[in-house]
């Protein structure tokens, strides 16, 4: 039997012990007369015979509160059995909440590397734009005096360096 199941969860026993149950209540009401007063001839006697029915009340009504007890019983098991899987469920969703901010975690940490590949490639291609225009500088210049010229290069150079190396800082 799987753990946290009774015999009666299932339709079939449920049903058995119904019909035991009444088969039972029927058999005491027949047998109950016949037991108490098989002579009674007479009214009077057999209005008599008809107070001792109240002995069949008091059985009715006991087992009626036998069945209000079972079903708060049954009811008082379902409970917990609900509350025992709202509390795993409960624990299954903070498990997933932790892998969830992991995943975030991970997913922001590839974006800001890719974020910085990105300055690092735009920074990569103004350094060839700027060593192009050096270039056609030179070529302009034809061996002419162009020293203050590669020096504003240099600088920008630099700072464009610079502004790579401070974006890698912060990422």
Do not use: C
Not at 60 to 88: H, M, N, P, S, Y
Not at 137 to 144: D, I, K, N, Q, S
Not at 149 to 167: F, P, R, T
């Amino acid at each position: 039997m799987q753990q946290g199941k009774s015999r009666l969860d299932h339709w079939a026993v449920s049903l058995l012990v119904l019909f035991v149950l009444i088969v039972a209540v029927v058999a005491i009401w027949v047998w109950l007369p016949e037991k108490l007063a098989p002579h009674l001839t007479s009214p009077q006697d057999r209005g008599v015979f008809g107070d001792s029915y109240g002995a069949v009340t008091s059985l009715f009504t006991g087992l009626g509160f036998a069945g209000l007890v079972f079903t708060i019983l049954l009811q008082q098991r379902e409970i917990k059995l609900q509350r025992d899987d709202f509390t795993a469920q409960l624990n299954e969703m903070q498990s997933t909440r932790g892998e969830v901010s992991k995943q975030s975690q991970i997913h922001e940490m590839q974006l800001n590397q890719s974020i910085v590949q990105l300055k690092f490639n735009v920074l990569q291609t103004k350094l060839e734009l700027i060593k192009i225009d050096s270039l056609k500088f030179l070529e302009h210049t034809r061996g002419g005096y162009a020293g203050p010229q590669i020096e504003e290069i240099l600088v920008e150079m630099n700072g464009l360096i610079q502004q790579l190396e401070s974006s890698a800082g912060q990422s």
